[in-house]
């Protein structure tokens, strides 16, 4: 788990004096910020001190097993030793600070390391803070990365942040869409951890919660304020603690293999998939067609159209190997549920 957390408007102003006790002599913090904020307010407010560095974090793809590695390996040159990786953004940027952190202490490639704890030693110290809500990135044991042959998770205890710090205000400015499409990310990890065979009491107590969060902001208020973002920013954070001790299902499983192939991300990827998912989820599916409807959101349709049988085979290679994934979504048998064949008809659908 996270070890501290900081929830609050205005919370950002308080990362110096976070940060003053992590410091180590001539050892420079490097913040990883996310490239919309570059030249914008929120850059100038980030506390530099000594030879404390900004690094722009292009978040045009999602993270990558090289992009991580170089960032470690510049950083490794250029400093040696750092004190921390504060990553600022959406969930990216914060999986791009997690990773980096990491293989400041790790040999070899990030690529090494996906998978399940395979991950050697604890990365050096690093803090994560948010601007869109949803992925429950910030809370997670994992960070997404696309690597030359899976994209596929650094899992690991030593995965999750040392301290976030949760400023709902940071959120205010998203765009609608955005907006949208990360915090259905939430969403549907409400419904996959919820409705998967592997939830407990545990999983439950906070997806239930997250998912309550999530229907007030998307399908009860009619208008978005503070409160909206206050709310979703902690239904993000209990949506992530939900999936800690569980799994996300079938709508991550299929739209990993879209954005492994075709670079869907990840927040638009879920939804394209959710929205043919009745089979599965008929409820859940039924909600989230109402609030794509009331918050005037346009999902994509048709976007595997003319693909060849290659293409098609490698979504289903990769979607097939999370095992996990569809273990939590239709048990152990799952395997004879969920045939080539049938995800190749799912694939088309979408
Ligand atoms: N580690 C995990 O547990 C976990 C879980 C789910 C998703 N993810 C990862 O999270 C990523 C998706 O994250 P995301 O949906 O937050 O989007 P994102 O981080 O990919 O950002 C999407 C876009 O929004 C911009 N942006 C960020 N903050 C903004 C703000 N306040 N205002 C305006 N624009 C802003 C970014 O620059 C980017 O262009 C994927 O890489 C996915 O794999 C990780
Ligand atoms: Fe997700």
Redesign the pocket.
């Known amino acids: 788990m996270v070890d501290y957390v900081v929830y609050g408007r205005g919370s950002f102003n308080q990362l110096d004096e976070i940060l003053a006790s992590q410091r180590k002599d001539g050892a420079p913090m490097i913040f990883l910020l996310?490239?919309?904020?570059e030249n914008k307010s929120l850059a100038s407010r980030i506390p530099l001190h000594g030879n404390d560095k900004i690094i722009i974090a292009d978040?045009?793809y999602?993270?990558k097993t090289t992009y991580v590695d170089k960032i470690a390996a510049d950083l490794k040159n250029e400093f040696g030793k750092v004190s921390g990786i504060i990553g600022i953004?959406?969930?990216?940027?914060?999986?791009l600070a997690?990773a980096v952190s990491l293989m400041m202490n790790n040999p070899g490639s990030s690529a090494d390391y996906q998978g399940w704890d395979l991950v050697k030693y604890p990365g050096v110290y690093k803090a994560g803070i948010?601007?869109?809500?949803?992925?429950?990135?910030e809370?997670?044991?994992?960070?997404?990365l696309t690597g030359p042959t899976k994209?596929l998770?650094m899992n690991s205890d030593f995965t999750p942040f040392n301290q976030i710090v949760l400023d709902p205000e940071?959120?205010?400015?998203?765009?609608v869409n955005?907006r949208f499409?990360?915090g259905m990310?939430c969403y549907i990890?409400c419904i996959e951890s919820l409705q998967g065979t592997y939830l407990n009491e545990f999983s439950k107590s906070y997806g239930e919660k997250a998912l309550e969060l999530c229907q007030k902001v998307f399908v009860e208020k009619n208008v978005w304020d503070d409160e909206s973002d206050d709310a979703l920013m902690m239904a993000s954070f209990a949506g992530?603690m939900s999936?800690a001790y569980s799994q996300v299902g079938v709508a991550h499983a299929v739209s990993y293999g879209l954005?492994y192939l075709l670079g869907t991300?990840?927040?638009i990827g879920n939804c394209i998939v959710f929205d043919k998912l009745e089979e599965y989820y008929p409820d859940g599916v039924y909600e989230f067609k109402k609030m794509v409807e009331k918050n005037k959101i346009d999902i994509p349709q048709h976007i595997t159209k003319g693909l060849s049988d290659e293409q098609f085979d490698t979504m289903i290679n990769v979607s097939l190997g999370m095992k996990p994934l569809w273990e939590n979504a239709l048990g152990k048998d799952w395997e004879k549920t969920m045939t080539r064949e049938k995800l190749r008809k799912l694939y088309e659908q979408l």
């Open positions: 996310d490239h919309f904020f978040v045009t999602e993270p953004g959406g969930g990216s940027t914060l999986d997690k948010p601007t869109l809500s949803g992925t429950g990135a809370v997670s044991r994992t960070t997404v994209k998770g940071l959120t205010s400015n998203a765009p955005q499409y990360t990310d990890h992530g999936i954005s991300k990840h927040g």
